[in-house]
């Protein structure tokens, strides 16, 4: 059982800047690959970015592409979700999610959730 806390949250300015992080309780992180997802007012959730548990490979939504950067600290136990040139339409709850499959790209293939941080980009 993986336990993921997701923080850094909050409301920001267009333009601004966030990061967000999930810590996960899983004794080995990097068997998990991760991926941030979020869900805005009356929309369903929508996959944002994902990364592999050594890190190696990433890959990002169209629509956060080159604004934000998904990382992780294996030795933290840790995936951060670096937002920057926030807009309006990223306002929405964030999730971070872990699979033991070495790649996922579809949210059904994600086991464990965690309870999300909303993010308020105001303009």
């Known amino acids: 059982q993986v336990q993921l806390v997701e923080s850094g949250g909050g409301l920001v300015q267009v333009g601004g800047s966030l990061r967000l992080s999930c810590i996960a309780s899983?004794?080995?992180?990097?068997?998990?690959?991760i991926g941030w997802f979020r869900q805005a007012p009356g929309k369903e959730r929508e996959s944002v970015a994902r990364?592999?548990?050594?890190?190696?490979?990433?890959y990002y939504a169209a629509s956060v592409k080159d604004r934000f950067t998904i990382s992780r600290d294996n030795a933290k136990n840790t995936s951060y979700l670096q937002m920057s040139g926030l807009k309006p339409e990223d306002t929405a709850v964030y999730y971070c999610?872990?699979?033991?499959?070495?790649?996922?790209?579809?949210?059904?293939?994600?086991?464990?959730w965690g309870q999300g941080t909303q993010v308020t980009v105001s303009s």
């Open positions: 990364i592999t548990g050594n890190g190696r490979n990433t």
């Open positions: 899983a004794r080995t992180f990097r068997g998990y690959a």
């Open positions: 999610a872990a699979t033991d499959r070495s790649w996922a790209p579809d949210e059904i293939d994600y086991e464990y």
